[in-house]
């Protein structure tokens, strides 16, 4: 599939880096004399910020391209994103010489945050191809994306949208500012209307928000979160107690304050004071690493955003992977997070446990035994683990482990994982023996033809020795010691 976009300014950036991070190969144009060294500085924090939220290996980077042209850079797209600033005249306009280039059957899906599908429209040659497909910054870790403008554009957009680790929602009518940007812009009056009366600064409201019900509001949302609030009579007892008071004269939602010089002055001296000690960059930083934290809690809890991580993880695991060599399979990396140390600051030993389970599920999904598979009633347990510990790691190294298959048969397969550090040293190896079962019944049952052949396929692989410690376990320990 070829990606290009048009504009790589914040949102454009962002585009960029999920489709490059993605695999995708995207062709850009921009005129602005710094746009390769703002995309580059994104495309990086972007970079960074993937590899401590996946645990699999991320795909191999596609590349960005940079076009002379409009016309260049959308020659034999499939799928267009159009990032260019909010003025109605300029998108008309680019939208034109895009249509002029394009092949017909090319999706074009703008990054409007206002304009309704049928104003982008207007005078386009093949109009039904042009839909909104509106993000949230920052574009390579959010995933809900607003699409609006229905028919066979809409469901390939979201395709394309949904292969990239994206959460379309498909709204059903347009309407100016579309959802998020209508909710947040209530917000955004409200609290101009606050800093202008001098009841509050923009760090006060700001703390109110995220130590406060944003933070709900980043695992549940609005409605669940009052539906909660209504007790165990749910939302309807709260619509009941709480509705009265919408008709209070609590806020200013239907104006705006002027925003002149003053308070404009009085806004940004607020702001420089509560975050000018940080660059914007490291504010980026700081919000991406927070934001990785509280998907990885979702995800540990199935629940939200956390799933779209973990579906998108999954594809990663499904992929074909291979060490640089061909094999072992390297499935699966991590990073030693501070609450994994013991008092020692290693990482305590039941974590290498951990992470060597995590490589198995890895390895499960890998060979199709995944979330689907197992809601038929089968699944693989682990009946015998043997771990040698052989070196000492500290809070913040980055491991990768290497999956090897030692055998197999038509219930068993017999698994070893080396865990590696950063220098390619081992930190520990551990075997792995897994019966194939009926999770139903309760007992070990034959493999299906997809799962056999797929080991089949692992092995043909392996034409290494296996390692001299492989099916010794304690017992080897044992018969030295009765030696000597």
Known sequence: MKIAAIGGGVIGGGWIARFVLSGHD?????????????????????????QGLFQAPLPRSGRVVWASSIAEAVADADYIQESVPERLDLKHRIIAEIEAAAPASAIIGSSTSGFKPSELREAARHPDRIVVAHPFNPVYLLPVVEVVGGGAAAQRASEVLTSVGMKPVRIAREIDAHIGDRLLEAIWREALWLVNDGIATTEEIDDIIRFGFGLRWAQMGLFETYRIAGGEAGMRHFLGQFGPALKWPWTKLMDVPDLDDALIDRIAGQSDAQSGAHSIRELERIRDDNLVGIFQALKANDWGVGQTVRAQEDAFYAREVAAPSGYPLELHQTRVAGGW?????????????????????????????????????RSAYTVET?????????????????????????????????????????????EHMLLHVDTDAGRAVPMPSLLLAALDRIAAQDSTPHPEHAGQGVRAIRQSEAIA
Do not use: S
């Open 386 to 430: 043997h771990i040698r510990h052989l070196a000492e790691v500290k809070a913040g190294e980055r491991l990768t482990v290497r999956t090897r298959l030692l055998g197999h048969d038509q219930k068993r397969f017999r698994l070893h994982h080396a865990i590696l550090r950063d220098d390619g040293t081992e930190a520990a190896t551990g």
């Open 26 to 50: 995207v062709t850009v144009f921009d005129p602005h004399p710094e746009a390769e060294r703002i995309v580059g500085e994104v495309l990086a924090n972007a970079t960074r910020a993937w």
């Open 341 to 377: 140390v013991d008092y020692n600051g290693h990482m305590t030993e039941f974590r290498y446990l951990q992470v060597m389970g995590d490589a198995t599920d890895a390895f499960l999904i890998h060979i199709g035994l995944d979330a689907a598979y197992r809601a038929q009633g």
